[in-house]
């Protein structure tokens, strides 16, 4: 077998034969629904339950739906995928993994919290240009309910947020993979965990922001590529607090992203009117606006080159208890017409 992989300076890999995006889909809630993207997506559940006993239940049928939908919208079948690569918020990825109880496809489970998607394509692409799969799923998913019970407190609380908190979508994303397909998949560049710190989980973008520099900063200097070459660069998810401090990271870096960035955390929610405080997060978040606004954007043309770039806080609450700092990681995927 011929590898068709080859690296770009230091961190980037471009894939040599452009793995394609086949077809992909997006589930979210209500909120979700409600906020400026909701003509984009799906589909949408206005029970947070789903209709199951719980909200795990619901948000493990969310998955699932985003898959089986992705499947149908590129006339293929559960048992024609060879490799599934899933992930979500709770331990032991439960949404994942019992979600792909139903599909007859080799599971490998992944998680990098917020930055999941990118995460997910990344490994369905290397499967796919290396030949170890014909085609591939990257699927991941969040729930506010159940999120807010593991990391924070639980929703009878009715606990105070911080204004630089942000809320966690209840939304699922699937993108399926394979050799043909209008958007290319052309280069990767896997995150490295940066930690400059911060202790706060109710100020993840904070977090995160230094880990996204990091990222986008290896990849223009590998490639030598420059924002403005770029129609967007999507990063997911650093809301406004994040948003802020990336630019000013980059522009001391030496590149203007500030013209060309757009936060998949800020997209979601009208920030203003639905309560969200510094805006949107969760490994559903940035993969509804992937599966949604920005490929079907990209399918039209109105978008033709952009860059991916999901970010994730990999706290949990057990290191958060025994004040340990969070660690953030970035992940970029290049997307080309």
């Known amino acids: 077998m011929v590898i068709s992989?080859?690296?770009?300076?230091?961190?980037?890999?471009?894939?040599?034969?452009?793995?394609?995006?086949?077809?992909?889909a997006s589930v979210v809630g209500?909120?979700?629904?409600?906020?400026?993207?909701?003509?984009?997506?799906?589909?949408?559940?206005?029970?947070?339950?789903?209709g199951e006993e719980s909200f795990e239940k619901a948000e493990s049928l969310m998955q699932k739906e985003a898959l089986n939908l992705a499947l149908s919208k590129g006339n293929l079948k559960g048992e024609?995928?060879?490799?599934?690569?899933?992930?979500?918020?709770?331990?032991?990825?439960?949404?994942?993994?019992?979600?792909?109880?139903?599909?007859?496809a080799a599971y490998l489970g992944q998680y990098g919290a917020c930055s999941t998607m990118a995460q997910t394509l990344i490994m369905g692409a290397l499967a796919v240009?290396?030949?170890?799969?014909?085609?591939a799923a990257a699927v991941t998913s969040s729930h506010f309910c159940t999120a807010e019970r593991q990391f924070r407190l639980p929703l009878?609380?009715?606990?105070?947020?911080?204004?630089?908190?942000?809320?966690?979508?209840?939304?699922?994303?699937?993108?399926?993979?394979?050799?043909?397909?209008?958007?290319?998949?052309?280069?990767?560049?896997p995150g490295k965990i940066i930690d400059l710190g911060v202790k706060d989980m109710a100020n993840m973008g904070a977090a995160m922001a230094p880990a996204a520099a990091n990222t986008l900063t290896e990849?223009?200097?590998?490639?030598?590529?420059?924002?403005?070459?770029?129609?967007?660069v999507f990063t997911g998810d650093l809301g406004t607090v994040g948003s802020e401090l990336l630019c000013e990271i980059m522009k001391e870096n030496g590149f203007n992203l500030a013209p060309n960035h757009r936060d998949c955390g800020v997209m979601i929610y009208d920030i203003k009117t639905q309560d969200v405080h510094a805006g949107g997060s969760?490994?559903?978040?940035?993969?509804?606006v992937l599966c949604s606004y920005i490929l079907k954007e990209m399918e039209k043309g109105n978008l033709k080159r952009v860059l991916f770039c999901a970010t994730g806080a990999l706290m949990s609450t057990t290191s958060s208890q025994q004040g340990e700092s969070i660690p953030g990681i970035c992940h970029l995927v290049e997307l080309s017409l």
Do not use: H
């Open 5 to 24: 992989m080859k690296r770009i300076g230091k961190n980037v890999i471009k894939c040599e034969k452009g793995v394609s995006v086949i077809s992909f």
């Open 30 to 50: 209500d909120k979700e629904a409600k906020g400026p993207l909701g003509a984009y997506f799906d589909k949408s559940f206005s029970d947070p339950y789903l």
């Open 80 to 104: 024609s995928v060879d490799m599934i690569f899933a992930g979500d918020l709770l331990n032991q990825c439960i949404s994942s993994s019992f979600s792909a109880r139903s599909i007859d």
């Open 129 to 135: 240009d290396s030949g170890a799969a014909d085609i």
């Open 156 to 189: 009878e609380y009715g606990g105070q947020r911080s204004p630089s908190a942000q809320w966690t979508a209840t939304a699922s994303g699937a993108v399926i993979l394979g050799k043909s397909g209008k958007v290319k998949i052309k280069r990767l560049c």
């Open 219 to 232: 990849f223009f200097t590998d490639t030598k590529e420059r924002p403005e070459n770029y129609d967007a």
């Open 282 to 288: 969760g490994c559903g978040c940035s993969a509804s």
